[in-house]
């Protein structure tokens, strides 16, 4: 059974995507009964709501729509991944104010900011706080970033941080050797695992099993499969795949692990970080 840590569902007509008009492709609402519809057939048990970059004012009413999906009958929804602004002086009491029956981690998309936004004092400072909630924090960083997360990693050591997509790869460009230097750097940080999700959006179309299986392959050996979650990235991985063909490019790319180290991956290692 796989828990699903990387979920965006969106519906206009309760919030506002700023985003979304810049990307047609996913300029529509993706609603939790249709996705629910095709998860229960691959297997998708357990999921977590990630943030979907709502307008500021909305992150509350984002969590509040989380909060309604976990309580419907049967309900797949384990908690939310919510947006933050952990550069702002209001953090704390932010903070504070989450019910964390339903927000299970936080996230502020990194790779859209200027570099030095994680670099600030105070987001830094806020980021500490985090240690004591036991809530984890998302990194969203492109590949050419990722000595950011390592020196955000370093500067909150009682922090659980999980680095979303693999670090963005340029899997189309074919930049393997700077990407995978960055990620063994990361992973010797035992604060930091790793997420194993969007993939395929980075190959530039056209993907097979074989265009993943290196980068799966480093990220299993920087990493190991002990600080492994996966993700279905749902609904981005519809620009490049379908979240029937991740979910079997991801058994096979871990069918030569034990059964032990597969469960951990895709179930167990998301329960133990996140404490759903």
């Known amino acids: 059974m796989i828990f699903d840590t990387h979920l965006h569902l969106i519906d206009r007509s309760r919030l506002a995507y700023p985003w979304l008009a810049g990307v047609p492709a996913l300029d529509r609402d993706w609603r939790y009964e249709e996705y629910e519809s095709l998860a229960r057939r691959c297997g998708i048990t357990d999921v977590l709501h990630m943030e979907v970059d709502v307008a500021e004012d909305q992150i509350g009413a984002e969590t509040a729509f989380v909060a309604d999906l976990m309580a419907r009958p049967g309900s797949l929804i384990r908690g939310a991944i919510s947006s933050a602004r952990p550069e702002a002086a209001g953090f704390a009491a932010w903070l504070d104010a989450q019910d964390r029956g339903v927000v299970k981690g936080i996230r502020r998309v990194l ?6 936004l994680s670099e600030q004092p105070l987001f830094r400072e806020n980021i500490r706080r985090l240690g004591p909630t036991g809530l984890p924090f998302d990194l969203c960083l492109l590949a050419r970033q990722l000595p950011l997360g390592a020196a955000l990693a370093d500067a909150a050591p009682e922090v659980s941080f999980v680095l979303d997509h693999c670090g963005v790869p340029d899997i189309a460009g074919g930049a393997f050797a700077p990407w995978a230097a960055a990620i063994t750097d990361l992973a010797r940080r035992p604060n930091v695992s790793l997420k194993l999700s969007g993939l395929p959006t980075y190959t530039g179309g056209g993907w097979s099993l074989e265009t993943l ?50 469960t951990a991956i895709l179930s167990g290692n998301a329960r133990r970080i996140w404490g759903v």
């Not at 790779?111 to 030095?116: A, F």
Request: aromatic fraction near 8%.
């Open 111 to 116: 790779h859209v900011m200027p570099d030095g």
């Open 213 to 262: 299986r290196p980068w799966v392959a480093h990220v299993l050996e920087a990493f190991g499969p002990a600080r492994l979650v996966w993700g279905s990235d749902s609904p981005v991985v519809t620009l490049q795949s379908g979240l029937a063909e991740w979910v079997a490019a991801s058994h096979a790319l871990l069918a030569d692990l034990t059964t032990a180290e597969r």
